[in-house]
């Protein structure tokens, strides 16, 4: 809330009167930088979560990968064997 306060003085020898106003208690921005550093607060949130997704993404695929390098050479093992085993037989 603002408060105000007048003061005037006498006129003084050429007849003029001074005024003087003194407004306190305005806005002083604080709502503005609250506004501001709450606004980061929320985009650093986003970032990291995408971040955080982008990580989980990245480790799933890895282990997808490696997966299926792993049934390959499981199928490669296989087919030699079978190879082994027909050579064997003959």
Known sequence: ????????????????????????????????IIAVVLLIAVVAGIYLFSQNSASENAKNNAIADAASNVSSAANKVGNAAEDTANKAAN
Do not use: L, N, Y
């Open 1 to 32: 809330m603002s408060e105000e306060r007048v003061t005037s003085q006498p006129a003084d020898s050429a007849g003029t009167t001074h005024t003087t106003v003194i407004r306190e208690g305005g806005s002083s921005g604080t709502g503005i």
